[in-house]
């Protein structure tokens, strides 16, 4: 299943195009920005968001923790996929674990992040009680 909204906040711009193209091929739509405080100011204009996948070390004074906290402010039942190359994974896990909340080490495979934005996907609408 596709057509949901995933918001990639990412700072690579390689690395951002890369999700985006994958998962636009994929079916979903998405909507990107390069920064915390660009990731914020599009909360409002943007179509409703199913899933967050955003690096962990972002510019512009917030990283990826604060930028899941003012969209959860906004989205409380968002699914969130945070990303690094430069957290010890075992911290983050631990730190960031909780129900919908997966972490995505870089580098990682085109099956592992399709693999893991369908695992969150799938667990909201078995919340939503929309899975099938």
């Known amino acids: 299943m596709s057509g949901e909204t995933i918001f990639v906040v990412e700072d690579d711009p390689d690395v951002r195009a890369y999700m985006a193209t994958v998962l636009s091929t994929l079916g979903y ?3 990107e920005a390069e920064d915390g405080p660009s990731a914020v100011a599009m909360l409002d204009g943007a179509p409703k968001i199913d899933l967050l996948l955003t690096d962990m070390m972002l510019p512009g004074g917030m990283n990826g923790i604060d930028v899941a906290q003012v969209v959860r402010d906004r ?6 996929i945070y990303t ?13 674990s909780g129900a919908g909340v997966e972490f995505l080490p870089k580098p990682y ?11 969150l996907l799938d ?10």
């Open 123 to 132: 667990a909201a609408d078995t919340v939503d009680g929309n899975g099938e």
């Open 109 to 119: 495979t085109i099956d592992r992040l399709t693999s893991t934005v369908r695992k």
């Open 29 to 31: 739509s998405v909507v």
């Open 75 to 80: 989205i409380p039942d968002i699914r969130v």
């Open 84 to 96: 690094s190359g430069y957290t010890d994974s075992e911290q983050v896990t631990q730190k960031l």
